[in-house]
């Protein structure tokens, strides 16, 4: 299950959990990811710190969602959605995003932790990024996916 984080110390702490924390304020910039989340979205820290998350999304994101999870973080409250996402090799997964805002001393939003929770989606019912040329390309072993080495 996932644990409510209340406070930037514990969003930092050592965690199985796929985190990411990010600014308090827009455009939410990525401060902090651990491992957990750059085996799920195939992205290392270097390659996304001081960006914001948009880049996880894709033309089957849901747009509704997002609208929600951008209304909840304006207002400072934390919130759990359900949605389509991408990874580096542009295979979509079901994202189940939990997000908290942590507050400074003052109880003001300091920053937000995210935490995923990825799930394949069945085959067919989401189409992956037609990324562009010379990015890795999937390739299909045994039953698993694994990218292409050049």
Not at 18 to 28: E, I, K, L, Q
Not at 142 to 148: N, V
Request: hydrophobic fraction near 35%; charge should be positive; proline fraction near 7%.
């Amino acid at each position: 299950s996932l644990s409510m984080v209340k406070s930037l110390s514990e969003a930092l702490r050592l965690s199985s959990e796929c985190r990411v924390v990010t600014t308090g304020a827009p455009p939410y910039l990525i401060l902090h990811t651990n491992k957990a989340w750059s085996v799920l979205t195939g992205y290392k820290f270097t390659e996304v710190a001081n960006r914001s998350n948009r880049f996880l999304q894709g033309p089957c994101t849901e747009r509704d969602v997002v609208a929600k999870l951008h209304k909840s973080i304006e207002t400072g409250k934390p919130i759990s959605v359900k949605m389509i996402n991408y990874n580096k090799a542009g295979q979509p997964f079901h994202n189940s995003l939990q997000i908290y805002p942590l507050k400074d001393i003052h109880g003001r939003v300091s920053h937000f932790c995210g935490i995923l929770r990825g799930e394949p989606v069945r085959h067919g019912e989401v189409p992956p990024l037609h990324l562009p040329v010379g990015w890795p390309k999937l390739v299909k072993l045994d039953d698993t996916m694994a990218l292409e080495q050049s």
